[in-house]
């Protein structure tokens, strides 16, 4: 093919993904490749390659197949001519790596990356690293450093107007401090990844929705979560992504469990945790698993819990996720108050303390210290439990200015049963 064709099929190919059509898009893709020379010396055949391979792996990525998005990236970065090229390559390299859960590789990856940048002087290449590191950062959940990362990549995208990477950050940064239990920033941050997104695309709005939903969530205002994620499904079903799906789905089922309607709310958790395992979506099983485990025990199936609960904490510590380490030892907590086993749950309640603390996550002390102030048989001990897990209540709200919020976070059972024993 000449110039003008592989341009054109490009053309097709951008088209396609516009109009959601992944697979002709993906069609296009591959017959840009299989129909130019890797070795091609003509500058702007390799662009077209260079540009068919990166958005390849995108969509591959958003069609959930992790394995030929990760060899896209590989042939990308096997093709970069440029010490730019190739800083660029090796990030998307780290990021792919980062959510298979290949943590060292992506942080070696990043290294080289970064390594290059500063001999380039290449501000663009500086930042993505920031960004990628954080990522695996904020995956093994190390938030603290992960926010640090965060916040310089998008002091430095900022700089340069790079719109996309602004959303990508944004939204990171958003994770970090809803993990955090900053639901106020988070919040924040969502809107601001959102405006990004909006200018982008239908996938980008549908995550930085999503995401924004969650940390409504979090505060209990479960209708205004709800909202933003039917808002979010409705998105990504006309584009017709599935493993983009997942995390809405989850989010919706804990909500509607809220809700009052159970049946599907746990239906949409169990399609979230087989979809998260079918494509491969490690960090999304690990929080649907989480998720799903607190819905069975409210619904009494502590068996079921249990199950996943274990699953969750095999996974953590095999990984090294500690942050992920407490969620689990919290759920396994509860299926041991649950069974009677009061003694068991406080020692691991104690080990899940000291790992919430290490992560920051805010959200999970006040419910671990008000877990262990309802078992314990010291008067003086249980006081001294409810009284922390109220003042992480109001290390929670005190920031947020919406009085409607504030007061929906407060009167929500589970906060009012702490707050009503420290009167």
């Given at each position: 093919?000449?110039?003008?064709?592989?341009?054109?099929?490009?053309?097709?190919?951008?088209?396609?993904?516009?109009?959601?059509?992944?697979?002709?898009?993906?069609?296009?893709?591959?017959?840009?490749?299989?129909?130019?020379?890797?070795?091609?010396?003509?500058?702007?055949?390799?662009?077209?390659?260079?540009?068919?391979?990166?958005?390849?792996?995108?969509?591959?990525?958003?069609?959930?197949?992790?394995d030929v998005t990760l060899a896209c990236y590989?042939?990308?970065?096997?093709?970069?001519?440029?010490?730019?090229?190739?800083?660029?390559?090796?990030?998307?390299?780290?990021?792919?790596?980062?959510?298979?859960?290949?943590?060292?590789?992506?942080?070696?990856?990043?290294?080289?990356?970064?390594?290059?940048?500063?001999?380039?002087?290449?501000?663009?290449?500086?930042?993505?690293?920031?960004?990628?590191?954080?990522?695996?950062?904020?995956?093994?959940?190390?938030?603290?450093?992960?926010?640090?990362?965060?916040?310089?990549?998008?002091?430095?995208?900022?700089?340069?107007?790079?719109?996309?990477?602004?959303?990508?950050?944004?939204?990171?940064?958003?994770?970090?401090?809803?993990?955090?239990?900053?639901?106020?920033?988070?919040?924040?941050?969502?809107?601001?990844?959102?405006?990004?997104?909006?200018?982008?695309?239908?996938?980008?709005?549908?995550?930085?929705?999503g995401n924004l939903g969650?940390?409504?969530?979090?505060?209990?205002?479960?209708?205004?979560?709800?909202?933003?994620?039917?808002?979010?499904?409705?998105?990504?079903?006309?584009?017709?992504?599935?493993?983009?799906?997942?995390?809405?789905?989850?989010?919706?089922?804990?909500?509607?469990?809220?809700?009052?309607?159970?049946?599907?709310?746990?239906?949409?958790?169990?399609?979230?945790?087989?979809?998260?395992?079918?494509?491969?979506?490690?960090?999304?099983?690990?929080?649907?698993?989480?998720?799903?485990?607190?819905?069975?025990?409210?619904?009494?199936?502590?068996?079921?819990?249990?199950?996943?609960?274990?699953?969750?904490?095999?996974?953590?510590?095999?990984?090294?996720?500690?942050?992920?380490?407490?969620?689990?030892?919290?759920?396994?907590?509860?299926?041991?108050?649950?069974?009677?086993?009061?003694?068991?749950?406080?020692?691991?309640?104690?080990?899940?303390?000291?790992?919430?603390?290490?992560?920051?996550?805010?959200?999970?002390?006040?419910?671990?210290?008000?877990?262990?102030?309802?078992?314990?048989?010291?008067?003086?001990?249980?006081?001294?439990?409810?009284?922390?897990?109220?003042?992480?209540?109001?290390?929670?709200?005190?920031?947020?200015?919406?009085?409607?919020?504030?007061?929906?976070?407060?009167?929500?059972?589970?906060?009012?049963?702490?707050?009503?024993?420290?009167?």
């Amino acid at each position: 093919m000449n110039r003008t064709e592989l341009t054109q099929l490009l053309a097709e190919a951008k088209e396609a993904r516009r109009n959601f059509d992944y697979f002709r898009a993906v069609a296009l893709y591959s017959a840009i490749l299989d129909s130019t020379d890797p070795e091609t010396t003509d500058t702007a055949v390799k662009v077209i390659r260079q540009n068919a391979l990166r958005e390849a792996g995108l969509v591959q990525r958003w069609l959930g197949n992790q394995d030929v998005t990760l060899a896209c990236y590989e042939q990308l970065q096997q093709e970069a001519d440029s010490g730019q090229e190739q800083v660029v390559a090796l990030t998307m390299l780290g990021m792919q790596y980062g959510r298979m859960g290949e943590y060292e590789k992506a942080l070696d990856l990043h290294q080289q990356a970064r390594n290059l940048s500063d001999t380039l002087n290449f501000t663009k290449g500086r930042a993505l690293t920031y960004q990628g590191v954080g990522a695996v950062l904020t995956f093994q959940g190390r938030y603290d450093e992960a926010l640090s990362r965060f916040q310089k990549a998008r002091s430095l995208f900022d700089q340069i107007g790079d719109i996309e990477e602004l959303f990508s950050t944004w939204n990171w940064l958003g994770i970090v401090q809803a993990r955090q239990g900053k639901l106020d920033k988070a919040i924040a941050s969502f809107e601001n990844a959102l405006y990004f997104a909006r200018q982008i695309g239908v996938v980008q709005s549908a995550i930085a929705l999503g995401n924004l939903g969650e940390a409504y969530q979090q505060l209990f205002d479960m209708e205004q979560a709800l909202t933003y994620h039917e808002e979010a499904l409705a998105l990504l079903k006309k584009a017709e992504l599935p493993p983009q799906e997942i995390d809405v789905r989850r989010n919706m089922g804990i909500e509607l469990c809220y809700l009052g309607q159970a049946e599907k709310g746990i239906a949409y958790l169990e399609d979230a945790l087989f979809t998260s395992r079918m494509y491969s979506e490690q960090d999304l099983e690990l929080q649907t698993l989480y998720s799903l485990a607190l819905v069975e025990l409210d619904m009494g199936q502590t068996d079921k819990a249990y199950k996943h609960a274990l699953a969750l904490q095999e996974t953590a510590r095999t990984n090294q996720m500690r942050g992920y380490q407490a969620q689990a030892l919290h759920v396994v907590g509860l299926c041991h108050k649950a069974a009677g086993e009061r003694v068991e749950a406080e020692q691991v309640w104690q080990q899940a303390l000291f790992l919430a603390h290490e992560t920051g996550q805010q959200s999970l002390l006040w419910r671990l210290h008000a877990a262990l102030a309802a078992i314990s048989d010291n008067p003086a001990l249980a006081v001294t439990h409810n009284q922390i897990a109220a003042e992480v209540i109001e290390q929670i709200v005190y920031p947020i200015e919406d009085e409607s919020l504030r007061q929906t976070f407060l009167n929500a059972p589970p906060v009012t049963a702490v707050l009503q024993q420290t009167k």
